[in-house]
């Protein structure tokens, strides 16, 4: 089995900062690309950035120059930093991750459970 468990989300005021982790963990060979997703109230679940193996990043026009998506392979782990907060940041946010199981010959992608992210103005 394979979990991806994020953490780090919650209230935080407008221009405030947050930092999002996404810890991957089971019977892991190896992750391809990792990301980040948001979903609020009454919309679509939208991209907001994602990052490969290598390391190249792609992000949501909205979030560019205020949140930075990387990683650290030796955990895992994904992270989001999001600063300069904004009231339309808010939603949950759900990590991504393309992974290959040991012993399975090609990758799934699986999803975390989601963490909310509130600012208020």
């Known amino acids: 089995q394979v979990q991806l468990v994020e953490s780090g989300g919650g209230l935080v005021q407008a221009g405030g900062s947050l930092r999002l982790s996404c810890a991957a963990s089971?019977?892991?060979?190896?992750?391809?690309?990792m990301g980040w997703y948001r979903q609020a109230p009454g919309k679509q679940r939208e991209l907001v950035a994602v990052i490969t193996s290598g390391r190249s990043t792609n992000y949501a026009d909205s979030v560019k120059g205020r949140f930075t998506i990387s990683r650290d392979n030796a955990k895992r782990t994904a992270y989001l930093q999001m600063n300069s907060l904004k009231p339309e940041d808010t939603a949950v946010y759900y990590c991504?991750?393309?992974?290959?199981?040991?012993?399975?010959?090609?990758?799934?992608?699986?999803w975390g459970q989601g963490t909310q992210v509130t600012v208020s103005s």
């Open positions: 991504n991750a393309d992974i290959r199981r040991i012993g399975v010959g090609f990758s799934y992608n699986y």
């Open positions: 089971g019977s892991i060979f190896s992750i391809n690309a």
